[in-house]
């Protein structure tokens, strides 16, 4: 059955993803040669993302900007692949097919997590899971070292390397192994991987100081473990998974301590801190400077791979007592399954990107005229596409030409990389007001001074590009980084709008 799901839910969830393109994070990894800063072991906001960095070169220089498709691959199958160990994770625990099978399932489909899902740049994170579940399912056996364990840590140091989820899942890993294995062999895994990790934080990955109080950083992990549970049943009715999960590892805790046999919770104690790690890590990194995303879709996806299994060994204990207890626990699952594969769906704007735009900005005839540093991507968080990097790329042909579908598409991507606004101390109080369009001639370098808003549109004569606004209080500069190039300024409905053009801007 679940083998099933699998065969339906893996193209769906590519032709749910079919509209991502390339946008933040994806552009500071693919914009990088890997030779140069930041190279292939340098850290990602803290983030060991290795495997992530090779998997982007080698499919840039297989297929340039031409697809996303294959750089949104492995993100999909890293999480199938996860979604399937989680289910062996559940059936170690002692849970019965049926109920490793749901709780699987409801991670499959695990749409409020869709980042992890669907960005290509985000596959780290999968991968990062099936490491650490490979882990957990790998390395059991005596209290001596095997040849099975070597090739253990083999995959913990990949694991290393795939996301910065990974540590806190190896914490976990080595709780459980000391408990199950003694001493001994946890050390085998901790002191190298923990020494390993070390170094490069030290060298590659040590980011800036955070300040955080002890408060905040509870009460954003505390948010962090309960969205987890309201987004597995899109409501408040986690509150029941949140109390299998527990009774999951009570039960187990309980055993151990009547049996004084510490392998019994050794599984689920390590996956409960292996999640407990990652909020406190991540605590550290955002409660204080971003502290509304607890319930970003990048920590329910983590969180829900780890803490699910532990939903599934509570189920598994109402089972053994009747087995309509344990489904009727489990329908919170069931309620948020549709509101989870809906949201697979849904694609904010900004992942959208917009290729063709970058096509053409690509194979415009100002490309080679504007300053070679560029950035030619607008908007509040900056990203490294430049225009010399993306000149470069159009003559490797790694960048194709724009489909030519859209009239007006040459001359959006000339004003996007045409001009440009910086601030400016001038007064700009006496400038006359813009009451009509202004149409103007701007050479390279030319410039005029505004304050308001206003709307600027570059023309052939006869068609115009999709207007770009600008906005400034104290007053700014328009700028032309190229020319010449035709543009008509308008005035915005509000605020009212001032612009100075000097005698030499025609």
């Given at each position: 059955?679940?083998?099933?799901?699998?065969?339906?839910?893996?193209?769906?969830?590519?032709?749910?993803?079919?509209?991502?393109?390339?946008?933040?994070?994806?552009?500071?990894?693919?914009?990088?040669?890997?030779?140069?800063?930041?190279?292939?072991?340098?850290?990602?906001?803290?983030?060991?993302?290795?495997?992530?960095?090779?998997?982007?070169?080698?499919?840039?220089?297989?297929?340039?900007?031409?697809?996303?498709?294959?750089?949104?691959?492995?993100?999909?199958?890293?999480?199938?692949?996860?979604?399937?160990?989680?289910?062996?994770?559940?059936?170690?625990?002692?849970?019965?097919?049926?109920?490793?099978?749901?709780?699987?399932?409801?991670?499959?489909?695990?749409?409020?997590?869709r980042e992890n899902i669907v960005?290509?740049?985000?596959?780290?994170a999968g991968a990062s899971l099936?490491?650490?579940?490979?882990?957990?399912?790998?390395?059991?056996?005596?209290?001596?070292?095997?040849?099975?364990?070597?090739?253990?840590?083999?995959?913990?140091?990949?694991?290393?390397?795939?996301?910065?989820?990974?540590?806190?899942?190896?914490?976990?890993?080595?709780?459980?192994?000391?408990?199950?294995?003694?001493?001994?062999?946890?050390?085998?895994?901790?002191?190298?991987?923990?020494?390993?990790?070390?170094?490069?934080?030290?060298?590659?990955?040590?980011?800036?100081?955070?300040?955080?109080?002890?408060?905040?950083?509870?009460?954003?992990?505390?948010?962090?473990?309960?969205?987890?549970?309201?987004?597995?049943?899109?409501?408040?009715?986690?509150?029941?998974?949140?109390?299998?999960?527990?009774?999951?590892?009570?039960?187990?805790?309980?055993?151990?301590?009547?049996?004084?046999?510490?392998?019994?919770?050794?599984?689920?104690?390590?996956?409960?801190?292996?999640?407990?790690?990652?909020?406190?890590?991540?605590?550290?990194?955002?409660?204080?400077?971003?502290?509304?995303?607890?319930?970003?879709?990048?920590?329910?996806?983590?969180?829900?791979?780890?803490?699910?299994?532990?939903?599934?060994?509570?189920?598994?204990?109402?089972?053994?007592?009747?087995?309509?207890?344990?489904?009727?626990?489990?329908?919170?699952?069931?309620?948020?399954?549709?509101?989870?594969?809906?949201?697979?769906?849904?694609?904010?704007?900004?992942?959208?990107?917009?290729?063709?735009?970058?096509?053409?900005?690509?194979?415009?005839?100002?490309?080679?005229?504007?300053?070679?540093?560029?950035?030619?991507?607008?908007?509040?968080?900056?990203?490294?596409?430049?225009?010399?990097?993306?000149?470069?790329?159009?003559?490797?042909?790694?960048?194709?030409?724009?489909?030519?579908?859209?009239?007006?598409?040459?001359?959006?991507?000339?004003?996007?990389?045409?001009?440009?606004?910086?601030?400016?101390?001038?007064?700009?109080?006496?400038?006359?007001?813009?009451?009509?369009?202004?149409?103007?001639?701007?050479?390279?370098?030319?410039?005029?001074?505004?304050?308001?808003?206003?709307?600027?549109?570059?023309?052939?004569?006869?068609?115009?590009?999709?207007?770009?606004?600008?906005?400034?209080?104290?007053?700014?500069?328009?700028?032309?980084?190229?020319?010449?190039?035709?543009?008509?300024?308008?005035?915005?409905?509000?605020?009212?709008?001032?612009?100075?053009?000097?005698?030499?801007?025609?």
């Amino acid at each position: 059955m679940f083998a099933a799901a699998v065969v339906v839910t893996t193209p769906l969830i590519l032709w749910c993803g079919r509209d991502h393109w390339f946008f933040l994070d994806d552009w500071w990894v693919v914009t990088r040669d890997g030779l140069t800063r930041p190279g292939y072991f340098d850290g990602h906001n803290g983030h060991w993302i290795t495997l992530v960095r090779l998997d982007y070169r080698l499919n840039f220089e297989l297929w340039g900007l031409r697809s996303y498709l294959p750089y949104q691959v492995p993100v999909v199958f890293a999480h199938v692949a996860a979604a399937v160990l989680l289910r062996q994770v559940a059936r170690r625990l002692g849970a019965r097919g049926w109920i490793a099978s749901a709780v699987a399932l409801a991670f499959l489909v695990f749409g409020s997590g869709r980042e992890n899902i669907v960005w290509g740049h985000e596959a780290g994170a999968g991968a990062s899971l099936v490491a650490g579940f490979g882990l957990f399912l790998l390395a059991e056996g005596g209290r001596s070292v095997t040849r099975r364990d070597w090739l253990c840590l083999g995959i913990g140091a990949l694991g290393l390397m795939t996301w910065g989820s990974f540590p806190a899942i190896l914490l976990g890993f080595c709780v459980t192994t000391l408990l199950r294995r003694g001493v001994r062999v946890a050390a085998f895994y901790a002191l190298p991987l923990g020494a390993v990790y070390l170094g490069w934080y030290l060298h590659y990955g040590g980011g800036d100081a955070t300040t955080l109080r002890f408060a905040e950083a509870l009460r954003f992990a505390g948010r962090m473990f309960w969205s987890v549970f309201e987004a597995l049943a899109q409501g408040g009715v986690g509150a029941v998974l949140v109390a299998l999960a527990g009774l999951g590892l009570v039960v187990a805790a309980r055993k151990a301590w009547r049996s004084r046999t510490w392998s019994d919770v050794a599984l689920p104690l390590g996956l409960a801190v292996a999640w407990a790690a990652f909020a406190a890590l991540t605590s550290l990194a955002r409660a204080s400077y971003l502290p509304d995303s607890y319930a970003s879709s990048r920590y329910l996806h983590i969180g829900a791979a780890l803490l699910l299994p532990l939903v599934a060994a509570g189920a598994e204990q109402l089972a053994r007592r009747r087995t309509l207890l344990a489904a009727v626990a489990l329908v919170p699952l069931a309620i948020g399954l549709p509101g989870n594969v809906d949201r697979l769906s849904h694609v904010d704007w900004v992942q959208r990107g917009n290729p063709q735009l970058i096509y053409a900005m690509a194979h415009s005839p100002f490309i080679d005229d504007v300053p070679p540093d560029t950035r030619v991507l607008r908007g509040g968080i900056s990203v490294p596409l430049t225009a010399r990097w993306l000149a470069r790329q159009a003559v490797a042909g790694r960048v194709p030409e724009p489909d030519g579908s859209d009239p007006v598409l040459s001359l959006d991507a000339a004003a996007w990389l045409v001009l440009a606004q910086e601030p400016t101390s001038s007064d700009h109080r006496a400038c006359p007001r813009l009451a009509a369009p202004l149409p103007l001639t701007l050479r390279s370098g030319d410039e005029f001074a505004f304050t308001g808003t206003i709307n600027v549109t570059v023309t052939d004569g006869s068609r115009e590009s999709r207007p770009l606004t600008f906005v400034s209080r104290d007053g700014s500069m328009i700028w032309a980084r190229a020319g010449p190039v035709d543009v008509i300024v308008r005035p915005a409905p509000a605020p009212p709008s001032r612009l100075c053009v000097p005698a030499t801007v025609g």
